[in-house]
């Protein structure tokens, strides 16, 4: 656990005391922080710690926290994707179109639709590498590119803006089941999508532990010149973690129009924000090389237990975005003291 | 594999070309046309009624604050498209949900010289001046869905849209009379007026006298139909006093009758603006009724009647607000719309 929490560069000082180690985590903040929104939301409301309250934070925090994870994965290599809130819209739309427009079995739309996800991923990672543009300009590029596309095609194809009957495909009820069932446990209806939401936390964390290609995330991050210097592939490392992310909203967009049954195709708008957010909220820098799968995943559920929390306080949520933005700012601020500690920590 | 990568490519390249060039052009468009408008006052007379042929092919600017691929603006446009190809007219239909951005886009159409210019006015005072120079500029405007009660003060020939206090007020009437005393009215965007006058007025219907306080409002994202359906079921859940909600777009129609369900609460749901999966909620007799502001009116009648005031000098009512809705559609007529919704004219 310790090592998905250090970069490449700045490695553990052996010795140190746990006190000093733990305040140097880059989830530090966020754990805290989650601590005590869950306890002031637990007491101060009925529902909150209910199995029911618990449901709703957890549907909520469950598709936020996978792109979370993988936006994560991505920031932690030192690039952003704007495009993802749109893609998850667009994935949705390519498996309601095929199943609605041509009938396909709905196993057959979602492999194409991962398919066509992989297709923009690969395309976002080739364009930042190759031309060496912030991933930033050319996301955004993307992020229009596809909002354009998600309206255009849909209106084409249908002379609405909106797909239905997804439902109604071959194959539907076996979809539902792995990808919108729902387990009533008390009074509560847990989401199957908790489950992948876990199962993608858990996959990232042992992959930015335990494995060679986790190293090279944090080292194209945190040190792209060197990295590259030591035979690191800086870009086929950022190829590959943009088609993670294209992955992870090809499953948010899957699970939405399996439990949705339609999509409209101008959702996702503004969502990839709420993805940068949450993992800026779980300790990672917005110039790479520092954060974690399971930070990015308490930013996840500080965003679910906020935005649920204040209408189970039946507070006006028109102030939903302030805190956010508070949360956003101090977390930041935490996030730079704990790397300013790291550095004079290390020795060299 | 190539062939797709290299399409996404020149549409991502396209995209940002385009983005480019209006973001340029629109500045210049906007100082252009004050000039022109201002120096060029004998161009008035060129647009005038009853001058010129009569079966000139006129072009007209449909200028609203819809953003691309809302299903409502979408009838819009359709509606305003149709009556275009009935009333020999070109459309040029022009969006942008910033109401400066809008001012410029109206700005560009009347520098360009339209027959006629049909603006909705979602923020009035941001587009006062541009509405103005219009009308300097000789350009009869009608405007529509929103800002009616500032839409004479401008010089517009007519209004054309539905009136949202009075309609959520209608609304808020038939929840009560269908047993509703506590009613939860959900807002999908913060700070748009026109929804906040009909949680307004939806307040009025149910509570008989001025009063509001039987209303909750809540805001969602409707970005994020997963986040929505959660929201109003933990609402639900934090008050049960709850027994009726009102939404008021479909899709968050949707998402608050799945909440319902699943909270477990037993609240009277009604909407406004429908879809196909709405209509099916009627029918299912989880959704009381949702109310038609029957838009495609919106975009077909105003270029109707500037076809009519340019060939023939017409103005309807007198300059009066035309009403195109609202229309309950309830479990008794709901078959009537549904093949037209189908084809995005409803």
């Known amino acids: 656990m310790t090592a998905a929490t250090t970069s490449a560069r700045v490695p553990v000082t052996p010795g140190r005391s746990p006190v000093l180690r733990a305040l140097s985590r880059p989830e530090l903040g966020s754990v805290i922080g989650a601590v005590v929104i869950a306890a002031f939301f637990a007491t101060q409301t009925d529902q909150f710690a209910t199995s029911a309250g618990i449901a709703n934070v957890l549907d909520v925090t469950a598709t936020l926290g996978i792109m979370a994870v993988a936006v994560a994965l991505l920031m932690i290599g030192g690039e952003f994707d704007l495009s993802a809130g749109v893609l998850t819209a667009s994935t949705g739309l390519v498996t309601a179109l095929l199943v609605d427009q041509l009938g396909v079995n709905i196993w057959e739309g979602i492999a194409w639709s991962l398919l066509f996800a992989l297709t923009v991923g690969f395309l976002n990672g080739i364009l930042v590498t190759r031309t060496r543009l912030p991933s930033f300009i050319v996301t955004l590029g993307t992020f229009f590119a596809l909002q354009g596309v998600n309206v255009g095609v849909t209106k084409q194809l249908t002379d609405t803006v909106q797909v239905g009957g997804v439902d109604d495909a071959q194959g539907y009820a076996a979809a539902r089941a792995v990808f919108a069932s729902a387990a009533t446990i008390g009074d509560g209806e847990f989401r199957v999508a908790i489950l992948w939401w876990i199962v993608v936390a858990v996959l990232a964390t042992l992959l930015l532990v335990r494995t060679k290609f986790g190293n090279w995330i944090f080292a194209s991050g945190g040190a792209p010149a060197s990295a590259r210097s030591v035979g690191v592939p800086v870009g086929r490392t950022k190829i590959l973690l943009f088609m993670t992310t294209a992955t992870a909203a090809w499953l948010v967009g899957t699970i939405s129009v399996v439990r949705l049954t339609s999509v409209q195709a101008n959702v996702g708008l503004g969502e990839e924000f709420n993805y940068i957010i949450a993992a800026v909220i779980g300790g990672c820098l917005l110039t790479g090389g520092v954060g974690s799968a399971i930070g990015a995943s308490i930013g996840a559920l500080i965003y679910g237990m906020t935005q649920q929390g204040i209408v189970f306080a039946q507070w006006d949520n028109d102030w939903f975005p302030l805190f956010l933005g508070g949360m956003l700012l101090a977390a930041v601020l935490i996030n730079t003291v704990v790397v300013r500690r790291r550095a004079e920590d290390s020795p060299g | ?346």
């Open chain 2, 1 to 346: 594999m190539t062939g797709r990568g290299t399409w996404s490519a020149l549409v991502a390249a396209a995209a940002l070309i385009v983005a480019g060039c209006t973001a340029g052009s629109r500045s210049t468009a906007n100082t252009e046309s004050a000039v022109e408008s201002l120096s060029l006052p004998e161009s008035a007379t060129a647009t005038r009624p009853s001058e010129g042929d009569p079966d000139r092919r006129l072009t007209f600017a449909v200028v609203t604050h819809g953003t691309a691929g809302d299903p409502f603006w979408d009838v819009v446009k359709t509606g305003a498209e149709d009556a275009g190809e009935a009333s020999n007219a070109e459309i040029d239909y022009l969006s942008d949900p910033e109401p400066g951005s809008q001012a410029q886009l109206i700005a560009s159409a009347t520098s360009s010289g339209v027959d006629g210019l049909i603006v909705s006015m979602a923020d009035p005072d941001a587009l006062q001046e541009s509405i103005a120079s219009a009308i300097e500029a000789g350009i009869p405007v009608v405007t529509i869905n929103a800002g009616e009660e500032r839409s004479a003060e401008f010089g517009a020939l007519t209004h054309v849209g539905q009136s949202a206090a009075s309609a959520g007020e209608g609304a808020g009437n038939r929840l009560r009379d269908a047993g509703v005393t506590t009613l939860l009215c959900v807002i999908h965007e913060a700070g748009n007026v026109a929804l906040e006058e009909r949680c307004q007025g939806a307040a009025r219907g149910v509570g008989g006298a001025e009063q509001g306080e039987d209303v909750r409002t809540l805001q969602v994202n409707a970005s994020n139909i997963v986040e929505t359906e959660t929201t109003i079921a933990s609402e639900l859940q934090a008050d049960p006093e709850i027994d009726g909600v009102l939404t008021l777009n479909p899709a968050v129609a949707v998402a608050a009758a799945t909440a319902i369900d699943t909270s477990g609460s037993s609240a009277t749901l009604a909407t406004f603006e429908f879809n196909a999966d709405v209509l099916q909620a009627i029918r299912d007799g989880q959704l009381l009724f949702a109310v038609d502001p029957q838009q495609y009116l919106q975009g077909y009648l105003p270029v109707v009647f500037l076809a009519l005031y340019a060939r023939n000098g017409n103005v309807v009512g007198g300059g009066q607000a035309v009403p195109t809705g609202p229309r309950y559609i309830t479990q008794d007529n709901v078959d009537i719309v549904e093949d037209p919704a189908s084809i995005g004219t409803r």
